[in-house]
């Protein structure tokens, strides 16, 4: 990856809706440039795929959190394949530090989201946890 695939990923992070034409004229540089750039990007998995970035009005009224997990032993892997059958867990991440793993959990309730603690606490292989509940971007 060169500083133009960087570019051309920043731009499509700041509007994924861009068309090629748009891009290029962007970039500088031709809309050929940016089909067989974009191409290889895709080609090679450096872009997975693209997604849909909702208004936040759209969801403020959902539940969102952060729930840091210790992994007891050499489980993680049985740990991490329970978390990813939970719709509620919509990222989950690898880490340092004290904890193992990250989720981070999305619910329309209070409800759910205490059934979504509870039910992460009794997969066998979790030690421990913390949750912080995400009020207000900063």
Known sequence: MDDLDRRLI???RADGRASLSELAKRL???RGT???RLDRLIESEVILGFTVRLKSVA???RIRAIMMIEVAGKSTRRVVQALRGLPEIHALYSTNGAYDLIAEIEVANLGEFDRVLSTVRSIEGVARSETS?????A
């Open 10 to 12: 920043a731009e499509l």
């Open 28 to 30: 500088g540089v031709s």
């Open 34 to 36: 940016v089909q067989n």
């Open 59 to 61: 969801d403020d009224d």
């Open 133 to 137: 509940l995400l009020l207000a971007p």
